[in-house]
């Protein structure tokens, strides 16, 4: 059954991405840390995976996350090859991004968002291993990201963007992990709030000391990002309040993915010929306009294309997707059978009882400007 609350989570998480890159509004990003909320969602999602379908879990995965990115490709690679990029063979990079696949000028603009796909795959590919050695030491495990992070900041060192970025959001990954096994639900009332408390607290103070080139936008941050982060996850994630169902809700995790990839390209193209033709794309009046034909825009790029995010979860193709499914109404252990992204979140004990009963629906979620936004 779905968890309306988990859907909930997501669908803010991607309207808040989407605004944000329109309006740029730094404090978005300490309201609602979206980036680092949606890598632990898809963590909570990936154990729940793991433990009905074992290693084959990531070959669901994988079919869930990469037509969408196809159907991209398609359009923008060949646009690219005829305006100035060199051919290579990372041009495939773009078919399964294990590294940043590679674009001219303006595509380095417009399609930004695959940086959040390649970790995205990589933790998808990794899981397996992660998954037992987190439970053998949960809490060990979960620390080396934030550890390995205070290491690289107070170091100044510059690693690969993949080994920056584990350490940035692997924290988020593993307290999704920590979501999916109950382990956040039995944390008590009082630890939680210290402990959320000391990570917030310093996570805010590395942010008031070492604010970055747009002040205190934590995408500048990574060490105040990933502290201020994990005591929002603690936070959100400890509770699974009962909600009703929301065809909006329902809309929006169906078409996560769809508008992830094409927001930005979409907000590009209305960007440059809106300054083109003398309008304001500066301060609220800029953002005003923006924000209006951008939301107009990629609802229409989701009507297009969003049914290939059904194709790819095996569903029938629909332009507007719909039939929930109930909500259980006890609030324990509850299976989310997600028909809109194809993600299966389990809240609670681990659910091995329940394989062989759920179709293994899995996946995914936000974005950020240029690289490490969001």
Sequence with gaps: MRNRYLDLLRAVAIVRVVVYHVTGWSALTVVFPAMSVMFALAGSLMAASIDRSGAIAVESRLRRLLPALWMLSALAVPAMLLTGLAWDWKV??????????????????????????????????????LLPLFRRAPRTVVALPYVALAGIT?????????????????????????????????????MLAWVAGTLAAAGAGWI?????????????????????????ILVLLRFAPVLPQSRVVTVLNARALTIY????????????????????????????????????????????????????????????????????????????????????YVSGAPVRQHAGRLADLGRQHDLPAGRGAG
């Design 92 to 129: 495939l990079y773009w078919a399964f991004p294990l590294q940043d696949p590679p674009a001219n000028a303006w595509g380095s603009e417009a399609l930004s968002a695959t940086w959040y796909l390649r970790d995205f795959l990589w933790f998808v590919l990794l899981s397996p291993l």
């Design 154 to 190: 107070l170091v100044g060192l510059t690693p690969h963007a993949i080994v920056r970025d584990f350490a940035l959001y692997g924290g988020a990954w593993l307290l999704g992990f920590a979501h999916h096994d109950g382990m956040l639900r039995r944390i008590g009332r009082r």
């Design 208 to 232: 008031a000391t070492h604010p970055g080139p747009r002040l205190y936008d934590l995408n500048d941050v990574p060490l105040g990002n990933a502290l201020w982060s994990a005591a929002f």
């Design 261 to 344: 990839l094409w927001h930005v390209p979409v907000l590009v193209a209305v960007t440059h010929l809106g300054a083109a033709a003398g309008l304001p794309v500066l301060g609220w009046a800029g953002a005003g306009w923006r924000l209006v034909v951008v939301l107009l825009l990629v609802a229409a790029v989701v009507l297009l294309v969003g049914w290939v995010e059904d194709v790819s979860a095996a569903r029938r193709p629909r332009l507007i997707p719909g039939n929930v499914v109930p909500a259980r109404q006890d609030g324990r252990h509850d299976v989310d059978v997600h028909t809109g992204a194809g993600a299966a």
